[in-house]
């Protein structure tokens, strides 16, 4: 694998070193690309510039700005983060998801042992995370642009985009309708990177929408949900009933979503990217380890009708992607805009080699071996 890095540059504001330097998920978007942190509420866009040597014309878009977040603002007016692990863009909307994990708080190396042992017991959890949202997209001044609402395209009724999401409130959660399923249950109150349930990648294909899991991984299988979401009460979007059968005609019979179980040699999902009918999956660790980062492609997941375990033949490993001692762990793919061979990868913690300017980070660009 031969990689080059391009450089994503970011207006020079406070926040722009949290954003750099907690990238977890990309999309292209023509010569655009759409970024999100883990530790803001903000969807950040760039474009490839005129020379194509890197990401400039960043541009901030704020989610509070177009949906009602459900945790309430902290004393001093900020808010907590959305944690958003996956981004698409399909036709009208992009949408996003957060990781629904709950967390564990960090022992630094400055910690006595009791303040340690008292931060390990801690465990809390965000409603700002448990959000499966969309935003309508409409082009201004060329350039794809997130709006509150628009007028849908070609609608003889007038109909309209409007943002909304899953999870806006605790009765409408993904994670209310698997507390009592019988792989994921016991896994809702156990934090991300102890191999509790945590969401980290997100692709949508027509009425499918997939959610892959960090964790929980089950005896080396890593986990896929399919959902469909239906439209609700303003901007709440609600689980809509899937089939478990061999087509898409209508006929649901009550179930909320589909588990599929993969074979990716005991690796959880970090990242997911439609590819025709195919998933590429990134994956990598489950628990807070370095490596090792794959990429694996899931051929023919978008035919899938019923929940399925996949293994042999319809799991490739396509690419072994490096990573750092203590960093540089790939956290996003994207297909390189302007190369559809090519993938794009940015990457959480990253090596101080990747900071060359305070608003600046370098992503790799990584040759996707022909199929």
Do not use: C
């Not at 978007?29 to 490839?48: C, P, S, V």
């Not at 806006?168 to 991300?192: V, W, Y």
């Not at 762990?329 to 090596?351: N, R, T």
């Amino acid at each position: 694998m031969t990689a080059r890095t391009i450089p994503i540059r970011f207006t020079d504001d406070a926040g722009v070193i949290d954003i750099a330097e907690s990238l977890s998920t990309l999309k292209g978007d023509g010569r655009h690309l759409w970024l999100a942190g883990d530790e803001t509420i903000t969807i950040e866009r760039t474009a490839l510039s005129p020379s194509g040597d890197g990401f400039v014309d960043h541009v901030s878009f704020s989610v509070a700005d177009f949906l009602p977040l459900p945790e309430p603002p902290e004393p001093d007016g900020s808010q907590l983060e959305i944690d958003i692990e996956g981004l698409d863009r399909h036709g009208d909307y992009l949408w996003f998801v957060g990781s629904h994990a709950r967390t564990r708080k960090r022992v630094k190396p400055h910690h006595a042992t009791e303040q340690a042992l008292a931060r390990l017991a801690k465990v809390s959890s965000n409603a700002n995370r448990y959000l499966l949202g969309r935003i309508p997209v409409v082009e201004i001044d060329g350039a794809p642009t997130l709006v509150p609402s628009a007028p849908a395209p070609g609608s003889p009724s007038g109909a309209k985009l409007t943002a909304g999401a899953l999870g806006l409130t605790k009765q409408n959660r993904l994670t209310r309708a698997l507390r009592d399923d019988e792989h994921l249950g016991l896994f809702l109150k156990i934090p991300s990177k102890d191999n509790g349930l945590d969401i980290e990648g997100l692709a949508v294909i027509g009425e499918r929408i997939y959610l892959g899991l960090r964790g929980p991984v089950l005896r080396g299988w890593a986990v896929v949900l399919e959902v469909r979401l239906a439209e609700g009460d303003g901007p709440d979007l609600l689980l809509a009933p899937i089939s478990d059968s061999d087509s898409d005609d209508g006929n649901r019979d009550g179930r909320l979503y589909r588990k599929h179980f993969l074979d990716l040699d005991g690796l959880g999902v970090r990242d997911i990217l439609a590819h025709g009918d195919d998933l590429l999956l990134l994956a990598g660790p489950t628990m807070d380890l370095d490596g090792p980062v794959r990429i694996y492609r899931w051929r023919g997941a978008a035919h899938a009708r019923t929940s399925v375990v996949v293994t042999d033949e319809a799991i490739e490993r396509v690419l072994e992607l490096p990573v750092g001692t203590g960093d540089d762990h790939p956290e996003g793919i994207a297909l390189m805009p302007g190369e559809p061979s090519a993938l794009l990868v940015v990457h959480d913690s990253p090596a101080p080699r990747r900071r060359w300017h305070r608003h600046e980070i370098l992503a790799d660009v990584v040759p996707l071996p022909r199929d």
